[in-house]
């Protein structure tokens, strides 16, 4: 029998000194914390236990006081006070405390004094007390004091060990300060001087700052080839002035930089609010300063409220709001101002080049200036010579061949074999021909489709595989690119492109009578490029603005791209030269529709566009003249590509209501309806006049696409979470709905008549159809298995 043993830590018997309360410690070292500064901290409420068991004062909020360690602490301060009176050093930064929140001890000395500051670090800084000025005796004396307190526990006979080792690190360090005193002598201490902060260039909007700032001599401790992040070197007081036009409103004595950083973090998400076209409000008292930013979504203006923090201030310097800005000219003022920060304090000294935290500011400040500029930008191009390519398209969807459709008597089904294959990769399983193509971790099968046997079996690496029209192609993570023969499973041609570390590869084949086959992947950061199938040889490269994602769509003679820059591209697909781009305020990142003469696009961000301020453009194909736009309901979030109807374009979006079809009209894109089509996911799809949708629940809902009013509705067997299929799209083949549920079934989609079912064990993860409507399923667990459809009997008039 296996035992069992409770854990606990060991009790302590410790006195109130060794654990004092952040206040309690910091007014033992400068005697008396500003009441200012105090209101950081709680002063009320009862004891409260933290989760280590220790008391320790709560506000009336319930929060914990930080608690000092003074037996781990002091030994530290100990040891920075002594480097810095023996002249090692002129600054030294110690962490006094962790939970809840992470606070410093800053010091800095000044000739024979030490200025202190205590200050807390994390996503949103605070400063309790700012470059306190002591006399550097007069400081080592308080830190002495406190490290020979007499009050400290009395030993225990169980932790004698333990206590030892700590006095003994505790003793060591006193001795080494006081060994260093008295203070070494050093040369003329130079104080803080005045340094201007001025952006350059015509602004409509000034932001500025006198800050003040110490002497390079004073500040350059970190090597250049360390970096660290260092925020005591970046806590210094200014004056912020704002001037629009005529109008200058100044804060005084403000930390300058953790404001910026602040500043600078809210435009980044008011400029995201602006391009979705959703309000945006948000205001905070921080950093000595009362900092908010608010935009109005209806009118497209900011605006931006700048006053002090300072109990006693507002009445001279209240909180000023600068109403009705524009954002582009805001957003443009706020970088400039982080630019001109950055430079004022690398020119000051060098070692801020080293500190991760102003990387991290100048990093986020080209950020903001890219995403203005990326949205600020209109290059949009309109071709002029569309014919070709609708001409081009025409004459291809005429020549297109269509199946067969199927009679009006039911299909039945039998099995014709089965086989598993250990660690399948669904997505590397095709129907291509006579052969089934079977993608596992470390291998490729082939097997015959009929028979089950296995024709070829070929070892390969991991990669992502794409079916082309000459064979399965394989692109693998370093780069290499292999085409391998199906009926042999020998490879064809192998070539190289650049990789793409931690992003997916992504891209789509080309083949259609008259144009050369292809295959467009995209490469490296954000390229395209397009292989000539036959030889392996690069045809072109097309390099987009941004890359992480690709989503390609062809239509006719073009490529249309989508990949989240506020602009859609359609290129050449023999060429790939630009033929027209469409240009938004919004980014274009989810795949596109086309019917005919028409193509129908989302602009939003991300994988669910929604989140307020998705819009629905229609486009010309061929030329990329916009037709109409409309803007979605907030509420509803599409994804996937526009359903296209003859008469709608149907949107579906999930929420929190599950499924939900909205409507418009295909030619006005007025609303027409919008119904909630069940309340778990879906995938859905459009035949004809009706929109078919096959929901997780077990459900398959048919909607008129004119009318949005229900035409049928199937309730198939539900079973447990893990009998559903991972993969829930239809297959449209010979005029009949082949559905995957627990089981496949067949429906007639007009009108929902049950043409078949197949009973098998093997849950659909994987539905192929061939031509013949025969099925092949495969299954996550490796099963794979083929059902051939019976004789069906026809009506002879």
Known sequence: MTGLFLVAARPETQTSFERLPLRDFVEALIDRVPDVAA?????????????????????????????????????????????????????????LCVEPDPWELGMERAGGDVLVTVFRSGDLPDV?????????????????????????????????ARRTTAEGLMAQAMNAL????????????????????????????????EVLLRAPEMMAESAAAVQRADLFALLFRGKLRVTVGEHARDVPDVFVFPLAEQLVAMTQEMLEAWVARRS??????????????????????????????????????????????????????????????SRSLVRRSRAHASNLLLIRFRAR?????????????????????PEVYRAFAV???????????????????ATRWTAAIASIDLRATFLCGEVLVVGATREVVGLDRRTGQVLWQRPVPRAVSVMTPRGLARIEPDGAVRLFDITSGEAVWSTRVEPRPGASTSGAVISAPRLPPTLILSEGAKHLVALDLPTGQIAWRYAARRGSFFRLKRAGKLVIVSNGEPALTALDVTTGDVVWRFCDRLRFASQVATDHDALFAYAGDGALVGRGGARLYQLDPWSGASRFAVDLPKQLNPVGAPLITPETVVVVGHGRRGTELSAFDRATGELRWTQNACPTAASCLAVDQTV???????????????????????VFGTGPDGDRPRRLEPVLRSGALFVPQNEVYVVRPQDGTLLGQVKTDL???????????????????????????????ALVR
């Open 39 to 95: 209101a950081h901290l709680p002063t009320k409420g009862e004891p409260a236990k933290t989760r280590e068991g220790r008391t320790a004062r709560t506000d009336q909020m319930g929060v914990v006081e930080p608690i000092v360690r003074t037996r781990t602490v002091l030994p530290d301060v100990a040891y920075a006070l002594s480097s810095l009176a023996s002249g090692v050093k002129s600054r030294a930064v110690v962490r």
């Open 128 to 160: 309790l007390v700012h470059e306190r000025r002591m006399k550097g005796a007069e400081f080592a004396a308080r830190v002495l004091a406190l490290g020979t307190n007499p009050n400290a526990a009395p030993r225990v006979a169980n932790d004698d």
């Open 178 to 209: 006081s060994t260093s005193l008295p203070f070494a002598p050093v040369d003329d201490a130079v104080e803080a001087a005045a340094v201007s902060v001025e952006p350059t260039g015509d602004l409509p909007i000034v932001m500025s700052a």
């Open 280 to 341: 945006f409000h948000r205001r905070f008292t921080a950093c000595g300063a009362v900092l908010g930013l608010r935009l109005d979504a209806e009118h497209g203006a900011a605006y931006l409220t700048l006053g002090s923090a300072k109990r006693a201030a507002p009445a001279q310097f209240p909180a000023w709001t600068f109403p009705a800005l524009d954002v582009g000219a805001l957003v443009q003022s706020i970088a400039a101002f982080g630019r001109a920060l």
């Open 365 to 385: 400040v080209r950020e903001l200036l890219d995403g203005l500029k990326e949205i600020s930008r209109n290059d949009s191009k309109i071709n002029p010579a």
């Open 395 to 413: 004459a291809h969807a005429e020549s297109a061949n269509r199946d067969a459709p199927l009679t009006q008597a039911r299909l039945r089904y």
């Open 692 to 714: 078919v949708v096959n929901s997780e629940g077990g459900e398959l809902i048919a909607f008129d696409a004119a009318t949005g009013a229900t035409r049928y509705r199937h």
């Open 763 to 793: 849950i659909p993860d994987l539905l192929r159809v061939d031509e013949k409507c025969d099925l092949y399923v495969a299954e996550e667990s490796g099963h794979v298995g083929a059902f051939a459809s019976g004789p069906r009997l």
